[in-house]
């Protein structure tokens, strides 16, 4: 099962962005009771976790992102969103999704490139 990110794109500095994670194929009743998180990983760097949210909606962050990054989900949908406000240049990663911690394959993830 591959989870699909989604929402990544080119912004200026000080922007947002909206990313998407679906995971259409796995049932609701798989998907719900998961952990999951966002992580992100920049060109030479190891892949990093930035947030968390357990299935009963606890959330934690990085400190890199604490304040300006936002984890939900919508179990319904399958769903998990990362809202990232005031985006800055060190930002700029190829975003993924997965459990927490990680253990379904690693999709393509989704290109988030933040110009000065």
């Known amino acids: 099962v591959q989870l699909q990110a989604s929402g990544g794109g080119l912004v200026q500095a000080g922007g947002s962005l909206r990313l998407s994670c679906a995971a259409s194929?796995?049932?609701?009743?798989?998907?719900?009771?998961?952990?999951m998180a966002w992580y992100r990983q920049a060109p030479g760097k190891e892949r990093e976790s930035v947030a968390s949210?357990?299935?009963?909606?606890?959330?934690d962050y990085s400190d890199s992102v604490k304040g300006r990054f936002t984890i939900s989900r919508n179990n319904s949908r399958k769903t998990v969103y990362l809202q990232m406000n005031s985006l800055r240049s060190d930002d700029t990663s190829v975003y993924y999704c997965?459990?927490?911690?990680?253990?379904?394959?690693w999709g393509q993830g989704t290109q988030v490139t933040v110009s000065s």
């Open positions: 997965n459990t927490d911690p990680p253990s379904l394959t």
């Open positions: 194929r796995m049932i609701f009743s798989v998907f719900a009771p998961y952990d």
């Open positions: 949210i357990t299935s009963g909606g606890v959330t």
